[in-house]
């Protein structure tokens, strides 16, 4: 029977500075349904087709050698299934699981006993991996490598190393930044996964199974109307499934129908491409203030009193995708095809220094 663990920041020892609070407000798509809504097999899992043909054939290697799975670094921006894959691997080969967040290791002393505690087989999951501090992540240098623990002992003339052997087990990371990983860590993986946007019809397709799940009916037309406002992101889909849900049955007859996921998707202001209000004050700062760009991220940050991070991981990847903003060198700038979305008037190319 799998075992599972879960550290999370509340558990953070009592003599740290106080942890600035989570900026709530700013944060789009929250995870409160992410439990519920969880495939569980990677058959229930959709989309992604490469990474999941490629997972299958690790899977199936590694069962037919009897070996553990080689360590896996899955990376993409928020939502789109890191933690699911991590969550469904350890269940389809049939070992134990434990999770812990990199940024409650503080130190080697933190993570010792996972490392100990890993059963051989067993995977061990590392969210948001890319804040492992300095000191942690070279303390799982070999035990990634070589499955060792390091311990030292003493100091100046006494100092000694003591090696520990530990069972052979996998590290699954995930993080939506990989370019923050130093080159050490991401060659300890030998598998890389990378997850990207969904399509319409497959995110059409994780409404109408969640939409069973829920068991509330939908029809065809508000799904595929969902799924196109959803930005490509599952957890999105989720949320506006969620609201169109209640709005159904507050508002209508609890079936979900295109006009009453229209109203609903309406009424909290996610426009026919997916764009919220935080989107929009993200292009409308950079319209009014910064004059169409190029701006810096800190500089667009503070005018929006938003963490930069938020902009970065949840804003920005989107409004890339879909080229309403760049990133050059100088800055974010904003796109014509931007303006024209949000009807207003593209600028008559100036003379010279222009913004647009
Ligand atoms: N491929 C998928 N098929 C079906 N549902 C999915 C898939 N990927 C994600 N989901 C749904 O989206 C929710 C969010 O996904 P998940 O928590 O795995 O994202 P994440 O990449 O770990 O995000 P974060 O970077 O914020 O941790 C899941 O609970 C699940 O319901
Ligand atoms: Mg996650």
């Given at each position: 029977m799998a075992r599972q663990r879960i550290i999370n920041g509340d558990e953070a020892p009592k003599d740290e500075p106080p942890r600035k609070p989570p900026a709530i407000e700013?944060?789009?798509?929250?995870?409160?349904?992410?439990?519920?809504?969880?495939?569980?097999?990677?058959?229930?899992v959709v989309g992604q087709r490469k990474a999941v043909e490629r997972l299958r054939i690790m899977l199936d290697a590694a069962k037919k050698r009897n070996e553990p799975l080689g360590h896996l670094l899955f990376d993409g921006p928020p939502g789109l299934g890191k933690t699911t894959f991590a969550t469904v691997i350890p269940k389809e080969l049939g070992v134990d699981f434990q999770i812990a967040s990199a940024p409650a290791l503080t130190a080697p002393k933190d993570v010792l006993p996972y490392v100990?505690?890993?059963?051989?087989?067993?995977?061990?999951?590392?969210?948001?991996?890319?804040r492992l501090p300095p000191a942690v992540e070279e303390f799982l240098y070999p035990v990634m490598e070589d499955f060792r623990v390091d311990i030292a002992l003493g100091e100046g003339m006494n100092a000694r190393t003591i090696n520990m052997p530990l069972k052979k087990f996998t590290v699954i990371?995930?993080?939506t930044r990989s370019g923050l990983l130093t080159a050490p860590l991401r060659d300890r993986f030998v598998n890389r996964l990378h997850l990207d946007f969904y399509d319409d019809a497959d995110l059409a397709e994780i409404v109408n199974r969640n939409a069973r799940k829920l068991r509330t009916e939908i029809d065809p037309a508000a799904s595929a109307e969902i799924s196109k406002r959803s930005r490509g992101t599952p957890r999105k889909?989720?949320?506006?499934?969620?609201?169109?849900?209640?709005?159904?049955?507050?508002?209508?007859?609890?079936?979900?129908t295109d006009d009453v996921a229209k109203l609903a998707l309406e009424m909290i202001e996610v426009d026919h491409v997916g764009l919220d209000e935080l989107d929009r004050k993200y292009l409308l700062t950079l319209i009014n203030i910064f004059a169409g760009g190029p701006a810096g991220l800190t500089a667009?940050?503070?005018?929006?009193?938003?963490?930069?991070?938020?902009?970065?991981?949840e804003i920005e990847p989107f409004l890339l995708?879909?080229?309403?903003?760049?990133?050059?060198?100088?800055?974010?700038?904003?796109?014509?095809?931007?303006?024209?979305?949000?009807?207003?008037?593209?600028?008559e190319p100036p003379s010279q220094g222009t913004l647009f």
């Open positions: 700013f944060r789009p798509d929250d995870e409160k349904h992410d439990e519920e809504l969880r495939p569980q097999k990677l058959d229930d100990t505690n890993a059963s051989f087989g067993s995977v061990l999951f590392l969210d948001e991996i890319h990371g995930a993080t889909a989720n949320n506006l499934l969620y609201w169109c849900r209640d709005y159904a049955d507050s508002r209508a007859k609890g079936r979900i667009i940050a503070h005018s929006m009193s938003c963490p930069s991070d938020t902009l970065e991981d995708r879909v080229g309403f903003v760049q990133r050059t060198p100088r800055g974010r700038v904003v796109t014509s095809a931007a303006l024209t979305h949000l009807g207003i008037a593209i600028p």
